[in-house]
């Protein structure tokens, strides 16, 4: 099982970006995929969730209303788009993958066995 995440780099605030995570050696369309971020001095936080299935998506609150987390079965890929980035998103952004069939996803880092290395996201003030 390997993840790859890619889309990251340096905007302006207010400016947009969009992560895919790549996910090979297997098919993963009955599993939950999550993104999550971690910036410098702080502790790792689950940005968003979507189910099997895409039964059931989650954000956390500072991101909702601006990210859209989004998956294509066919492509074992895992989309974030990210718009109106703030300098508060500034992170390292990891896909995770758990392989707990018949759950709603959460963004607990914990349930998820497969991490994939990361993409930077900086954004400039």
């Known amino acids: 099982v390997q993840l790859q995440a890619s889309g990251g780099g340096l905007v302006h605030t207010g400016g947009s970006l969009r992560l895919s995570c790549k996910a090979s050696g297997f098919a993963f369309s009955h599993y939950n995929i999550a993104w999550f971020r971690q910036a410098p001095g702080k502790e790792r936080e689950g940005v968003s969730c979507i189910g099997g299935k895409s039964a059931n998506t989650v954000y956390t609150d500072s991101v909702k209303g601006r990210f859209t987390i989004s998956r294509d079965d066919a492509k074992n890929t895992l989309y974030l788009q990210m718009n109106n980035l703030q300098p508060e998103d500034t992170a390292l952004y990891y896909c995770?993958?758990?392989?707990?069939?018949?759950?709603?996803?959460?963004?607990?880092?914990?349930?998820?066995?497969?991490w994939g290395p990361g993409t930077q996201v900086t954004v400039s003030s």
């Open positions: 995770a993958i758990d392989t707990l069939v018949g759950v709603r996803c959460t963004t607990h880092d914990y349930e998820y066995e497969y």
